[in-house]
């Protein structure tokens, strides 16, 4: 069996107090870094062949900070964890970087990438902003999965934004706003996938968890490593949350762990 990490919107940044409840943290963004830290020496035991970073690694902080700082910080305690690391970028890490300083950062030629892993196809691609919060994919993305994405392997997706149209009533970030989660070129992408033989699609950036189908294949949601149900700064209370695909023959797995527990274990 083959394990992949993934970890999705840390949020690096800065801890904000409340506004409905003052002395409360409503995002304990500060010590993401420390956070993720602490679970360095588990995942070295945990012997993963990839780390996907599914963006929006950090929040920028407004008051005339070095967010490039701020991001460059992100990247190398990402890489400090000794794993084989695919980035991808999120509306956050775009606000304030240019995508060539991304990749300068992430020493990443390209936001496309296949890479095969347990006899599936590991897939990350490229969209483009239509403006700060919403995405599309380009005629250029989907000419580069013609080149390099075979269709005769089974092939796993991980995008920041969600494949599938999704319904944000009662989310606290994105109640009223369903267009900026989502690809707005889903169907024609999709469509254009047809051709491919697609097992599972992955996303972060929801803030909250979720499953379901689009056409064959299902589209899943992960929660956030921080600024997720929890708003406490304290690790032992708020450890941070990861989640690991398994690959086994046939099989696909994705638990979700909050430190040592696993709160979603399902066949995907
Ligand atoms: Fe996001």
């Not at 900070?65 to 970028?89: C, E, M, W």
């Amino acid at each position: 069996m083959k394990k992949i990490l993934i970890i999705s919107d840390m949020h690096s940044g800065i801890t904000r107090e409340s506004k409905t409840r003052p002395g409360y943290t409503r995002q304990p963004s500060s010590q993401a870094l420390k956070t993720l830290e602490a679970y360095r020496d588990k995942w070295h035991t945990d012997s993963f062949e990839h780390l996907i970073e599914l963006g929006d690694m950090t929040k920028p902080i407004p008051e005339s900070h070095d967010n490039v700082q701020l991001y460059r910080d992100a990247v190398n305690t990402i890489k400090s964890l000794g794993l084989p690391t695919t980035f991808v970028f999120g509306n956050h890490d775009i606000e304030y970087l240019s995508k060539a300083e991304i990749k300068e950062i992430t020493d990443q030629s390209s936001f496309n990438s296949v890479t095969q892993i347990g006899g599936f196809q590991i897939v990350t691609f490229e969209h483009s902003q239509l403006d700060k919060d919403t995405a599309q994919i380009l005629r250029e993305t989907m000419d580069w999965f013609e080149e390099n994405v075979k269709k005769d392997i089974q092939t796993i997706l991980f995008s920041h934004y969600s494949l599938k149209p999704v319904k944000m009533d009662g989310s606290f970030g994105f109640e009223g706003k369903d267009s900026t989660v989502q690809i707005q070129n889903s169907e024609e992408f999709v469509n254009f996938l047809g051709k491919f033989d697609i097992r599972a699609s992955i996303n972060g950036h929801l803030h909250w968890a979720g499953y379901s189908k689009m056409r064959m294949f299902p589209c899943v949601t992960v929660l956030p490593f921080t600024d997720n149900i929890l708003s406490s700064c304290d690790i032992a209370i708020n450890p941070g949350i990861y989640h690991v695909l398994e690959l086994d023959g046939n099989e696909l797995r994705l638990k979700s762990y909050s430190g040592d527990f696993c709160f979603l274990n399902i066949e995907i």
